[in-house]
């Protein structure tokens, strides 16, 4: 047994039966260094006072946080944690992966310890019956994992981390993610009750920007979030927040992302916000984009936009409703206004790749226009034309709004 395991065993021992859990968790912290170093005094360890400190600091980070990676997760710089078996840990840093060296967990058990820390109040498991689990940190943070035999590599753990404080509209502009014109556009979109989807890779700030659009509807409506983990704040009065739940380990209790779009229909909301569709659930949420509920927005995974649209309804088609595929596609092209595609460039930085209107249907099949498309660092973004299908969807709105789009209030272009 290490210093490290002697001196947190001790610990844990001598704080067992004192009420911690009501205090603040500095004051927690704080209690176990304190008796850490009692511990130390007790075994007459001598340490360089760096060592003494860095040994503390492990210890609590042991006890009271997500021990070896506790400190990367402390990092403000970090958004993401990547355990890949004991012996590979990444993180990445303003967009960019980085290996993190120093030898943090000393073999598989101690992943294993982590992640049954995690999971194992929450009334999960990660074993051989079923080898991965997802679960959400007390801050928020999405916590993922998945071991042998699906994982070749030994327990592999992802922490996607929680942002203190959520983006704002000045942030994307600051980081470069969109101009000023683009967003006065989605924003105009989102105000005019536009249905809007977005789109990207994983990692390529989806839910960041979905949060920030968020942000222009009006006051006093009521929304219903729905989320697979919880990660959207929004700052508006009026808002129910829904999250899914996994089975149990016995295989029971479970609630899906569909169940509670099925459920939000019945709260009587002005919109409802769903974080990612990636099944049955997308043929729930164009219902309801269709039925009263316009101004709806979600995000899913896809190269393109009109890699969104295939996906839409082949995600729609695995609901178990039988729907012929040519009204499925006319569904889409009548529901869906825009699609806001986004993407990660090799330094990291996230850029609004297109903003696209869905039109149409013509024969059959929506129909795509451009509205603004990113040439790269270069090029910036091109203005393509304000597709009509957005003058369409906004010409209830009035003439102010419209002019920010550049078309005049009778839906030709200024």
């Not at 049955?280 to 709806?296: F, P, R, V």
Request: net charge negative; glycine share 12%; with cysteine.
């Amino acid at each position: 047994m290490t210093l490290l395991e002697r001196v947190a065993a001790l610990v844990r021992a001598r704080l067992h039966g004192e009420p911690l859990a009501g205090r603040s968790p500095a004051e927690r912290r704080l209690r176990v260094r304190e008796e850490a170093l009692a511990v130390l005094r007790e075994e007459r360890a001598v340490l360089p006072a760096r060592e003494l400190a860095e040994l503390v600091a492990r210890v609590s980070d042991e006890l009271m946080g997500l021990g070896p990676i506790e400190h990367l997760l402390r990092d403000p710089e970090v958004s993401e944690v990547m355990v890949n078996g004991p012996g590979a840990v990444y993180v990445e840093r303003k967009g960019r992966l980085e290996s993190v060296g120093g030898g943090l967990f000393e073999g598989e058990e101690a992943v294993y310890h982590l992640i049954e820390r995690v999971v194992g109040p929450l009334g999960l498991r990660a074993d051989e019956s079923c080898p991965y689990v997802d679960a959400r940190l007390p801050d928020g943070s999405r916590f993922h994992a998945i071991i042998p035999p699906l994982s070749l590599c030994g327990p592999v753990v992802t922490v996607r981390k929680f942002a203190p404080s959520p983006y704002g509209p000045e942030d994307l502009l600051r980081l470069g993610t969109l101009e000023e014109p683009i967003l006065e556009v989605l924003a105009t979109c989102v105000r005019g009750r536009a249905n809007v989807l977005i789109s990207g890779g994983a990692g390529s700030g989806k839910t960041t920007l979905l949060g920030v659009l968020s942000s222009y509807i009006p006051r006093g409506e009521r929304i219903v979030t729905i989320e697979d983990a919880a990660e959207l704040r929004l700052h508006a009065p009026h808002v129910v927040r829904l999250e899914a739940r996994p089975p149990s380990a016995e295989g029971r209790g479970g609630v899906t992302v569909r169940d509670l779009v099925r459920n939000a229909l019945r709260m009587r909301p002005d919109r409802i916000i769903v974080g990612e569709v990636r099944g049955g659930e997308t043929l729930d949420m164009l219902q309801a984009m269709n039925t009263g509920h316009e101004g709806s927005m979600s995000t899913a995974h896809a190269n393109s936009p009109q890699e969104l649209v295939a996906r839409l309804e082949t995600m729609a088609l695995m609901a178990d409703v039988v729907l012929p595929a040519e009204h499925l596609r006319e569904h889409i092209a009548q529901t869906v206004d825009l699609v806001v595609h986004m993407v990660r460039l090799p330094g990291g930085r996230r850029v609004v790749a297109r903003v696209t209107s869905v039109e149409g249907p013509v024969d059959g099949r929506p129909l795509l226009r451009d509205a603004f498309r990113y040439g790269g660092a270069a090029a910036g973004w091109e203005a393509m034309g304000h597709p009509s299908g957005i003058a369409g969807r906004l010409r209830s709105t009035g003439g102010d709004e419209l002019e920010v789009l550049g078309i005049s209030p009778n839906g030709s272009r200024g």
